[in-house]
Every structure is written in C-alpha cells, then in structure tokens.
C-alpha cells in the first residue's frame, strides 16, 4: 500500500521542541520533493518547508525560519522537520506530501497554491501539533 504516514505531533509548551517523522511505505522517497505543509483552524494549508530531490535544497516559509529544520533520511525512507521555539501560531495539523517533478523549484512547491492542491502525488493523514502552556 502506498502512503504517507506523519507521526511526532503532540503538546509542548511555547519555546518547547518537537521532532515530526513524514514515513513513506509503497514507494521510495529519493525521486521525490518533499514538502511539510501545516493547517490552522479556519485557516488555508500553507507550505512551510520543501526539500529537494536532487541537490537537497531546502525552503523554508518566513514564519518558521531559523526555528524549524528539514531534513531527509533516504536509508530510511523517511523525512523529518525539526521544530524548535515553537510558538503558540504554530498550533496546526502537520501535513507531508510528495511531488515527483524535476523542474519545480521547492520555493514552487511549498508556495503555489495550484501545485499544493493539484499537484502533490501523494499526501499524509497529518499529525497534530498544539502548542500551550
């Protein structure tokens, strides 16, 4: 069975730190971009961090930059976003999804809202991440 499976989600303080997992099973991750996307209640799906396939460029949305770190682990089929600081507004459900293209960029990918809703070839089930004291 082909799928995503996030896990790592939880509650943490403000300022506190969490580790997400983004595991593939089907299918190997190394062909693919790698995006972590979050959504807020009543808020749109935002990409927050791509990693790239081929050259490991990363992107990282403004909001979490310098808090959060992506990285991958191909041996294990795995991707992981690092969170640190984290902060009340970073309370959302956490999304992985996959993209199989040579030509976007991982800015493209984390940042077009067509890509996001048309064109990832595979998306995670989410894991919560709430964020309070």
């Known amino acids: 069975q082909v799928q995503l499976v996030e896990s790592g989600g939880g509650l943490v303080q403000p300022g506190g730190s969490l580790r997400l997992s983004c595991a593939a099973s089907?299918?190997?991750?190394?062909?693919?971009?790698i995006g972590w996307f979050r959504q807020a209640p009543g808020k749109e799906r935002e990409g927050i961090s791509c990693?790239?396939?081929?050259?490991?460029?990363?992107y990282y949305a403004d909001s979490v930059k310098g808090r959060f770190t992506i990285s991958r682990d191909n041996a294990k089929n795995t991707v992981y976003l690092q969170m640190n600081d984290l902060k009340s507004e970073d309370t959302a459900v956490y999304y992985c999804?996959?993209?199989?293209?040579?030509?976007?960029?991982?800015?493209?990918?984390?940042?077009?809202?067509?890509?996001?809703?048309?064109?990832?070839?595979?998306w995670g089930v989410g894991t919560l991440v709430t964020v309070s004291s």
């Open positions: 999804a996959a993209y199989l293209d040579g030509i976007t960029t991982v800015q493209n990918m984390c940042t077009v809202k067509a890509i996001r809703v048309h064109g990832m070839d595979y």
């Open positions: 089907g299918f190997t991750l190394d062909y693919y971009n």
């Open positions: 990693v790239s396939s081929s050259d490991g460029s990363t």
